[in-house]
Structure formats: structure tokens, C-alpha cells
């Protein structure tokens, strides 16, 4: 009989091989980086190969690796099945991780609608907890976090006010506007002012806010005008709080990448759901800019 290296160092190489990354390896199975890269290191060892070597952030499988995780990859994916009748939870439910503004804003009403419609309960949350499992992730970030990551929206940068604000607009002018300034967005508001179909501001008045979210809020108030990203104001937008007086946009560098941690039925169909729902060119606020 062959002699087994411990399951939890083949289950560490399986997640790290899959995901192309040690740290979203680490992540899925939550443990830290550094106790997926030992445990890799130590069935290294046990069998007397190299599996993996760095590249950048990611890892490449040697012949050895991928020799292994071609045989590992199924069987763990049948342990799962094995065992997926005695889960607690039960099927059919799949945990979404977003970024705050991202999953609240634009994830979370088309989830109302995906549930009205199916017998899934897909749901966000913001948090990763120890002992709760989630079934996919999405990141913010300007390149693809690991190989397997899909592009599912890119924000812009716009300006926002409460619908009831007075623009003094005059043709492509607008005088006196107030500006809401945050840290973030202190230095943008000249780029968005030199923006394509920017309107011309004469003698704007420029309010600092302590931070991005109490400019925001001050432009739910009425106090002027201020700039979001569009996945955070499309809440606003939809709920009326907010409106986009102007169509000049900044292109943001971060976009929203959705990794797939689970392996389920329902995971795959709410993954593929969000890949066709947003897309790359997903416009988190619901307008198409060129009919404003």
C-alpha cells in the first residue's frame, strides 16, 4: 500500500494548483499564506519533487504539479459531492464576498431578482469570517488577481448631486457650483473638469470633506455636487437620491474580478449569472451615458 502524505498538504497543493495562487489558496481553505506555502513545501519534500515555482504573484505547476493535480483536481472535486448531503446549509445557497459598495450597490437588487425567480438564495456579504464559507469573490483590482478570475465590471468616475440641486447652467456653462472635495477626490475634480463633454465651471467653490463618504452624502443632502465611483453611486441613482446631472465620466483603474470558490450546481449558475449579468463593460448605474 502506498503511503499517504497528510490530506491537508495534498489539499493545499490541490487549492493553490487550482487557483494559480498561493494567498487564494490560502484563502479558500482559510488558512494563512503561509501555512498553505508550508504545507506545499512539506508534500514537496514527502515526495522528493518540485510541484510549483513563482511567477510574480502567481505559481506555475512543474510536470510533477501538474501531473499531481490533473489526478487530484477530480478526486477532491468527488469528496466534496461525497459529502455535499450532510452540509448544513442547505443546497442551493451560495455566499457571495464583495466589496461593500460594489455588493450592496450592484450585486445585491439583481440578487433579489435572480432569487424571485429560482430556488436559489444567493446572498452578499462584505466580511469573511472564520468558519463561514463563501462560495465566490469578488475582487477590486486593476489586473486579474489569479488565472481563473473573470472580469465582471469596470467602474467610471462621475459627478452626482440630489435631484433637487440648482445648476446655474447656461448652454455647456455652469456658474458657481459647489464641489464636494475628499481626500480621493481632491485632485480628480480638475481631471474630470478637462473630461470629454465636461461642462465649462466658472468660479466653482470647492468644499473639503473630511472623506469620499461624507461627500457623498453631502450630495444626498443638496449641498453640491460630488464625484463617485459609479458602482458606489448606483444606489443613489436608483433610489432617486442621486442623479447625473453631467455625462462626463473618468475611466477608473480598478475593475471587479469574480473567482469561483465553490464547485456546486448552483455555485457554477450564480457565477455564470454575474459573468452575463455585468460583463466587462457593466454599467453599474443602469444609463446609457450617450442618451443623457
Not at 493535480?69 to 448531503?85: D, G, K, N, W
Not at 480598478?254 to 457565477?271: E, K, L, M, N, P
Request: charged residues 20%; positive net charge.
Amino acid at each position: 500500500m502506498v503511503r499517504l502524505p497528510p490530506l491537508n498538504w495534498l489539499r493545499a497543493f490541490e487549492s493553490v494548483a487550482r487557483h494559480s495562487s498561493v494567498s487564494s489558496g490560502a484563502r479558500e481553505l482559510n488558512v494563512t499564506t503561509s501555512a498553505a506555502s508550508q504545507n506545499v513545501k512539506r508534500l514537496e519534500q514527502s515526495l522528493g519533487a518540485p510541484l510549483l515555482s513563482r511567477d510574480g504573484n502567481r505559481v506555475r505547476l512543474s510536470d510533477a504539479g501538474a501531473r499531481l493535480a490533473a489526478r487530484l483536481l477530480p478526486a477532491f472535486a468527488m469528496i466534496e459531492e461525497a459529502v455535499a448531503p450532510f452540509e448544513t446549509r442547505p443546497a442551493g445557497y451560495v455566499s457571495i464576498l464583495a466589496p461593500k459598495a460594489f455588493g450592496r450597490a450592484a450585486i445585491a437588487p439583481a440578487l433579489a431578482e435572480l432569487n424571485a425567480a429560482s430556488p436559489l438564495r444567493a446572498w452578499v456579504v462584505n466580511e469573511a469570517r472564520p468558519g463561514e464559507p463563501f462560495e465566490i469573490e469578488i475582487v477590486r483590482a486593476a489586473a486579474a488577481p489569479v488565472a481563473d478570475a473573470v472580469e465582471v465590471g469596470r467602474d467610471s468616475i462621475l459627478a452626482v448631486c440630489a435631484p433637487d440641486y440648482q445648476l446655474r447652467r447656461e448652454g455647456d456653462t455652469v456658474e458657481r457650483a459647489t464641489l464636494l472635495a475628499g481626500p480621493w477626490s481632491r485632485t480628480l475634480w480638475a481631471q474630470w473638469r478637462e473630461a470629454a463633454d465636461a461642462p465649462r465651471l466658472v468660479a466653482p467653490q470647492v468644499v473639503a470633506a473630511p472623506s469620499e463618504a461624507a461627500a457623498l452624502e453631502a450630495a444626498r443632502l443638496g449641498l453640491g455636487l460630488a464625484l463617485a465611483r459609479s458602482s458606489e453611486a448606483a444606489g443613489g441613482i436608483a433610489r432617486r437620491t442621486l442623479t447625473m446631472p453631467f455625462v462626463a465620466r473618468l475611466p477608473a483603474t480598478d475593475r471587479y474580478w469574480a473567482i469561483q470558490r465553490g464547485r456546486s450546481a448552483a455555485t457554477r449558475h450564480v457565477f455564470s449569472w454575474l459573468v452575463r449579468q455585468f460583463g466587462p463593460d457593466g454599467d453599474f448605474t443602469g444609463h446609457d451615458a450617450a442618451a443623457l
